[in-house]
């Protein structure tokens, strides 16, 4: 399974972006994927994930601002980000897995893909 997320950059805050990821390999190594971020010196979170059938959890830090989504006839899963605030900035990483109901600890994936960079300026 290869995951290639894209559509970081620089925004001001109360700006938007949309990041993808684009899955290739067996579907079934995707059938949950997830958004998580790293910001410089701290731990990696999460930030959303869904299914195959569309169901999906969002951080509450996220909520309200951020919407998950998936096309699962390309392979892809979206990140449409609004109201983008400084403590936005972090690299975003896309995960995938199998099964579990976990979806909120790192650990709990399988693959991971190469990150997409987000600076969200004040």
């Known amino acids: 399974v290869q995951l290639q997320a894209s559509g970081g950059g620089l925004v001001q805050a109360g700006g938007s972006l949309r990041l993808s990821c684009v899955a290739s390999?067996?579907?079934?190594?995707?059938?949950?994927m997830g958004w998580f971020r790293q910001a410089p010196g701290k731990e990696r979170e999460f930030v959303a994930a869904?299914?195959?059938?569309?169901?999906?959890t969002l951080a509450d830090s996220v909520k309200g601002r951020f919407t998950i989504s998936r096309d699962n006839a390309k392979n892809t899963m979206y990140l449409e980000m609004n109201s983008l605030k400084p403590e936005d900035t972090a690299v975003y990483h896309c995960?995938?897995?199998?099964?579990?109901?976990?979806?909120?600890?790192?650990?709990?994936?399988?693959?991971w893909g190469q990150g997409t960079l987000v600076t969200v300026s004040s």
């Open positions: 995960a995938s897995k199998i099964v579990g109901a976990d979806f909120y600890r790192p650990g709990e994936y399988d693959y």
């Open positions: 390999g067996r579907t079934l190594y995707y059938a949950i």
């Open positions: 869904i299914n195959r059938s569309g169901g999906s």
